[in-house]
């Protein structure tokens, strides 16, 4: 008996009560799962069924092999110690990915298993590391870097972290690490190392293409691509920390109407119910909320609201959602997961029967209201240390499968308002994961400060998360915490920030604003702060005319965001592109970290340093750019310096398309 088999088109090795299954899945790519002392679980917990792929496998005594469309595996047993391995090549015959040797007397093992308590295993996975490659993807880092070689990576989700185990390499393939359990990704030098802290099995999934977009198509087939954006989406999002009554919503919108600035959605964020999970307003400041939302949508203005996934000890909801096994539970001790106004412990979003109940809710108290889009916060979840060993969801322990919380978070409001008749559904969300963006799931980056390095690092946040498959991202434009909004250091970060936000897929403003205010209710008791103002208006007489003009600017391109959308739709495409995905044959994008495409077309370059005036740009090799703002031409292949004063952002179109923009910057 050999150690490999042909099984159902499948490739086996088995060895020492290990089984490895390499099989098809999806167009040049394979998955490859693999088990100790048990069967190979045929689940999946991101990757979706794929038609079945035209294979051809080959077998001899100590290496195997499998081919598909531009993807080969080979699978080979080393004499020394039986150790097993995989290579990866494409169809020139170049490798592309490989797990490590044994290294002879060493005794390596590309696939390391220890057993922990209960059945499961502390799992490491070891590749070969190419010095020269380049890394793209990993979702969401709060760090000012694109190319992630070298980096560390923690595989769990924190507030502005979103961990997304997928990227791109400059080689010319993608690898996903098929596995929602905390762990750590070590893009070493000399090794990269994968780990799970609690897993049954090793899972991951490797595809070929030619070129950066080719890769991302396989991988939109492989996990699923967002539906399309609804015509509210493409314009501009008013919120803040927090409008906390009616009338102010109201007003704040009818002043909009009044200066005659479009505006698609207003938001309502957070405590604006009385406990954290009663699901409802307040009717305190919120004595009428059906007639606020018919008076917004008589304007033309969606309403969007926050929701929190915590449930305060005092809610109206508590009691019967802890009796009904609806909540998370800490493996010990007392359930407060978060302290937060009180006792919070989370809802379990990974229980279908928690999304039943929560949802019923919801519609009930907003979606019967009118309401149509929501704001899904705290979708980590926020645990206040990130103990992840301390918690278990209906799914099972946080260390083997917390990274789904915020895809079944999304999924709980999607498919609520899917079987409520609803179609055009996007819901903003704090955190995501593989396949979040089958739920409508908008990203925005979290609660970040208001510097430029933190608006730096958004460049990059927005770059990777389009890689990861998430073309539905955004920011806090201006940060969220530490704008004092009468300095004249934060109005100019604000109008930089603003600049970059018109070229985001959704275009929003939000942040808590100083100085805030205290709110204490009628009873005494002391409510969530509210934030000084702001709307466009709110930051000087310098700044509106600046923000309105970019406003309009992102009305002018609605046709070509539009189009931007049905590709993502269509074939999982980002928005936001490294310089390198529309230009992979020119070196030098590959390292281009402080601009980006928004689409195909238009060449962004945010001025993201304090006082800055001027910028230098690349543009890169086989276009010719046309600057936006001035209506010169250049020649791609080189940098150029050029003008930036406040009132505008470098911008340049390629090959001159989009070209009514030239003179509105």
């Known amino acids: ?390 918690y278990r969801y209906y799914a099972g322990t946080v260390e083997e499968i917390g990274n789904i919380y915020p895809r079944e978070y999304a999924r709980l409001f999607y498919e609520g308002q899917k079987e409520s008749g609803q179609e055009d559904i996007v819901n903003l969300i704090r955190c995501a994961w593989v396949g979040s963006q089958r739920y409508g799931a908008l990203v925005w980056s979290g609660d970040i400060f208001s510097s430029y390095e933190d608006f730096r690092k958004q460049i990059c946040a927005g770059i990777h998360m389009g890689i990861c498959g998430i073309p539905w991202w955004t920011t806090d434009i201006g940060g969220f915490h530490g704008g004092w909004i009468e300095k004249e250091s934060f109005r100019e970060l604000l109008i930089r920030w603003f600049q970059f936000g018109t070229f985001c897929p959704v275009m929003r403003i939000h942040g808590c604003r100083q100085p805030a205010k205290p709110i204490v209710n009628q009873a005494g008791e002391v409510r969530e702060q509210t934030g000084a103002d702001n709307e466009i208006w709110s930051f000087g007489e310098e700044a509106y005319p600046i923000l309105k003009k970019f406003i309009f600017i992102r009305e002018r391109m609605r046709d070509y965001t539009r189009s931007l959308m049905a590709q993502a739709h269509e074939k999982g495409t980002p928005l936001i592109r490294a310089l390198f995905y529309e230009f992979p044959e020119d070196p030098i994008c590959w390292d281009i970290q402080d601009s980006y495409l928004f689409g195909p077309d238009i060449l962004v370059a945010p001025v993201c340093w304090e006082g800055a005036r001027k910028r230098r740009v690349y543009l890169p090799a086989g276009a010719v750019w046309v600057d936006a703002s001035y209506g010169e031409t250049y020649e791609g292949g080189q940098f150029v310096e050029v003008d930036a004063p406040l009132d505008t952002l470098p911008v340049f179109l390629r090959d001159g398309k989009q070209g009514y923009l030239v003179g509105m910057l």
């Not at 080719?214 to 314009?235: C, N, R, S, T």
């Not at 909801?317 to 802890?322: A, G, I, P, T």
């Not at 412990?345 to 907003?366: I, L, Q, S």
């Open 1 to 390: 008996m050999g150690f490999f088999a042909e099984e159902n088109g499948k490739l086996i090795f088995r060895e020492n009560g290990e089984t490895v299954c390499v099989e098809a899945w999806g167009q040049d790519s394979l998955r490859v799962r693999a088990r100790l002392l048990g069967e190979i679980d045929e689940g999946s917990v991101a990757l979706l069924p794929q038609a079945p792929s035209d294979v051809q496998i080959q077998i001899e005594e100590w290496q195997a092999q499998i081919v598909n469309g531009k993807l080969r595996a080979v699978l080979q047993v080393q004499p020394w110690g039986r150790s097993f391995r995989i290579l990866f090549f494409n169809e020139k015959g170049e490798e592309l990915l490989s797990e490590i040797p044994n290294g002879g007397a060493l005794a390596l093992r590309a696939h390391e298993y220890r057993s922990l308590q209960g059945g499961n295993y502390y799992l490491k996975v070891s590749f070969v590391s190419n010095p020269g490659e380049k890394i793209y993807g990993m979702g969401q880092y709060q760090q000012e870097r694109l190319n992630l070689k070298g980096c560390n990576l923690e595989l769990a989700h924190r507030n502005s972290q979103a961990s997304i185990p997928f990227y791109i390499s400059s080689l010319g393939y993608g690898f996903l690490w098929h596995n929602a359990a905390i762990g750590e990704v070590h893009f070493g030098l000399n090794t990269t190392q994968w780990v799970a802290q609690s897993t049954k099995q090793l899972d991951y999934w490797v595809t070929a293409g030619d070129t950066p977009a080719k890769i991302e198509e396989h991988f939109a087939d492989a996990v699923g691509k967002a539906p399309m954006m609804p015509e509210y989406g493409l314009g501009f999002w008013q919120c803040k920390l927090r409008y906390y009554y009616q009338q102010q919503v109201v007003d704040v919108a009818k002043e909009y109407r009044k200066r005659g600035i479009p505006l698609d959605v207003l938001v309502i964020d957070y405590y604006h119910w009385p406990r954290c999970g009663d699901y409802r307003f307040d009717e305190e400041y919120f004595p009428d909320p059906a007639a606020m939302v018919k008076e917004l949508h008589d304007m033309g203005i969606e309403t969007m609201v926050s929701i929190w996934p915590q449930v305060d000890w005092r809610s109206e909801n508590y009691e019967e959602m802890k009796q009904q096994g609806l909540l998370v539970k800490s493996n010990a001790g007392i359930d407060v997961q978060m302290l937060f106004h009180g006792n919070n412990v989370f809802m379990d979003a990974t229980n279908p029967r928690t999304r039943k109940y929560v949802w019923e809710k919801c519609k009930h108290n907003y979606g019967d209201l009118g309401i149509r889009t929501f704001w899904l916060d705290e979708a980590e979840p926020e645990f206040t240390t990130y103990d992840f060993g301390h």
